[in-house]
């Protein structure tokens, strides 16, 4: 069974730069048929997309958050990673790691989601 | 404000059926296929629909999906209180750079 697992600080000071890692177990990540995203939820609101990377390298992202936004992948440890720069209270939320696959056009398995607090 | 509109809530009695909605525009939903997100309290969300009327293998088929135009339809029968969650709708954008976006949820509650 695919199972995703966020890891990373859970309180980060404004303006500094927020880092989480997803590690895959169950499953590989370097499968063409799969995106790896990162989805948040800030406290009592809903969802929203930051973004996604392939195994290659390719990545996609929420114009919304302009260019603070870095994805990583690291295949030989199963792993991806997000970076978000700048941080303000604004991106205090549950962050989830999720597999989108393509042919389902979806994402499928998430993780069980890590709140990160931006405060000083 | 979230790009997809859905209903804040919804609700309904065991046994009963409920649908809700969401609706969307030409540079999502009327170019691409529909998700739904079951959201139970304290958990990650869940597929529950993908291409705008598919179950992933375990979801009843009391759940179902529909999709006409720019607006999408999820339709439970046979209300369940473990039914009780919030549900999201989703779909790719084609403007800008192409980003996904969700419906800003449905709580449903079971009377």
């Known amino acids: 069974q695919l199972q995703l697992q966020e890891s990373g600080p859970g309180l980060v000071k404004p303006s500094e730069t927020l880092s989480l890692t997803c590690t895959v177990s169950g499953g590989i990540i370097t499968a063409s048929t799969y995106y790896w995203g990162w989805i948040r939820q800030p406290p009592g609101k809903g969802l929203e997309w930051i973004g996604s990377i392939s195994y290659s390298g390719s990545t996609h992202h929420n114009p919304s958050l302009n260019s603070r936004v870095t994805l990583s992948v690291d295949t030989s440890k199963n792993q991806f990673s997000l970076k978000l720069t700048s941080t303000t209270a604004a991106d205090t939320a549950v962050y989830y790691c999720a597999r989108h696959y393509t042919a389902y056009e979806a994402f499928d398995y998430w993780g069980q989601g890590t709140l990160v607090t931006v405060s000083s | 404000q979230s790009v997809l509109t859905q209903p804040p809530s919804a609700s309904g009695t065991p046994g009963q059926s409920v649908s809700i909605s969401c609706s969307g525009s030409?540079?999502?939903?009327?170019?691409?296929?529909v998700n739904w997100y079951q959201q139970l309290p304290g958990t990650a969300p869940k597929l529950l629909i993908y291409s705008n009327d598919q179950r992933p293998w375990g979801v009843p088929d009391r759940f179902s999906g529909s999709k006409s135009g720019t607006s999408a339809s999820l339709a439970i029968s046979g209300l369940q209180s473990e039914d009780e969650a919030d549900y999201y709708c989703a779909a790719w954008d084609d403007s800008l750079t192409g980003h996904w976006v969700f419906g800003g949820g449905t709580k449903l509650t079971v009377l």
């Open positions: 030409s540079s999502n939903i009327g170019l691409y296929t």
